[in-house]
């Protein structure tokens, strides 16, 4: 077990990382190349998107603030009474 861990990312078909990647917690750098420690085909988790495993890229959230109706509201607080 111990020979297969120290096999190479190069030896296990690892892409480099791409520009996106740039700042990831989770690269490796290993004979002057840059590797993901968590996926093969780095530019493949960029394709739709962030990629699930990018540390510094965080997806941003859209809060939608709902519209209440007043009518509705003044009925719904005189039927808790």
Do not use: D
Not at 6 to 17: D, G, H, I
Request: proline content about 4%; glycine content about 4%.
């Amino acid at each position: 077990m111990q020979k297969e861990a120290a096999v190479s990312y190069k030896a296990r078909n690892f892409k480099a990382v791409i520009e996106k990647c740039e700042g990831c917690e989770r690269i490796v750098e290993e004979e002057g190349s840059k590797y993901c420690q968590s996926y093969l085909k780095p530019e493949a988790k960029w394709r739709l998107g962030i990629c699930n495993f990018a540390t510094h890229a965080k997806p941003e959230i859209n809060i939608v603030k709902v519209r209440v109706n007043p009518l509705k509201a003044a009925k719904r607080a005189s039927k808790r009474k």
